[in-house]
T-cell receptor, first 115, second 113 residues
């Protein structure tokens, strides 16, 4: 069935460390892929997205590349900050007939960055 | 511009009691979603509206859950009667039909005792 698998957390890093959060998906067709971030006490916010194979989404120093051949969308950042501490969700859009549809989310990965 | 507004932020009730959540989407957004987020899990869709029409309610437990979006703007989600297992965060999101980005509210955290 349709699903998103993320690496389990929590992930704890020191400030300025390199971050990778793995995400793979199972879906038919060519869904749009997303990373959402949830800061403590807040709602989910879109971090970045990619809509077709080999697209790279980027925002706030984070990047993810849509890899159709490996059905992956791994999130990376070269140097994390304490303010990046949050829960990160990978998701894809289960669109219907070309229109937007419902987001299928992974379980989330909690990131804690220590000074 | 105001984001998606949900109320209340927190609700504590006893089992078998009714409860209602309210959502005001971003102005002009014709698509509205209600999601359920259990602890340690990602959100799961309950219902999706296009204007006032529920176009996907396949995951909504209709024996106890109901939703409405009168006039195609704000929406309410109701549970009657609530069960212990309904304790979770209920998220509302909205989007433009022409843009596949969903904007989320802060959610309502429900505790059923």
């Amino acid at each position: 069935g349709n699903s998103v698998t993320q690496m389990e957390g929590p992930v704890t890093l020191s400030e300025e460390a390199f971050l990778t959060i793995n995400c793979t998906y199972t879906a038919t067709g060519y869904p749009s892929l997303f990373w959402y971030v949830q800061y403590p006490g807040e709602g989910l916010q879109l971090l970045l997205k990619a809509t077709k194979a080999d697209d790279k989404g980027s925002n706030k120093g984070f990047e993810a590349t849509y890899r159709k051949e490996t059905t992956s969308f791994h999130l990376e950042k070269g140097s994390v900050q304490v303010s990046d501490s949050a829960v990160y969700f990978c998701a894809y859009d289960r669109a219907y007939g070309g229109s937007q549809g419902n987001l299928i989310f992974g379980k989330g990965t909690k990131l804690s960055v220590k000074p | 511009e105001a984001g998606v507004v949900q109320s209340p932020r927190y609700k504590i009730i006893e089992k078998k009691q009714p409860v209602a959540f309210w959502c005001n989407p971003i102005s002009g957004h014709n698509t509205l979603y209600w999601y359920l987020q259990n602890l340690g899990q990602g959100p799961e869709l309950l219902i999706r509206y296009e204007n006032e029409e529920a176009v996907d309610d396949s995951q909504l437990p209709k024996d106890r859950f109901s939703a409405e979006r009168l006039k195609g703007v704000d929406s309410t989600l109701k549970i009657q009667p609530a069960e212990l297992g309904d304790s979770a965060v209920y998220l509302c999101a909205s989007s433009l039909r022409t843009e596949n980005i969903q904007y989320f509210g802060a959610g309502t955290r429900l505790s059923v005792l």
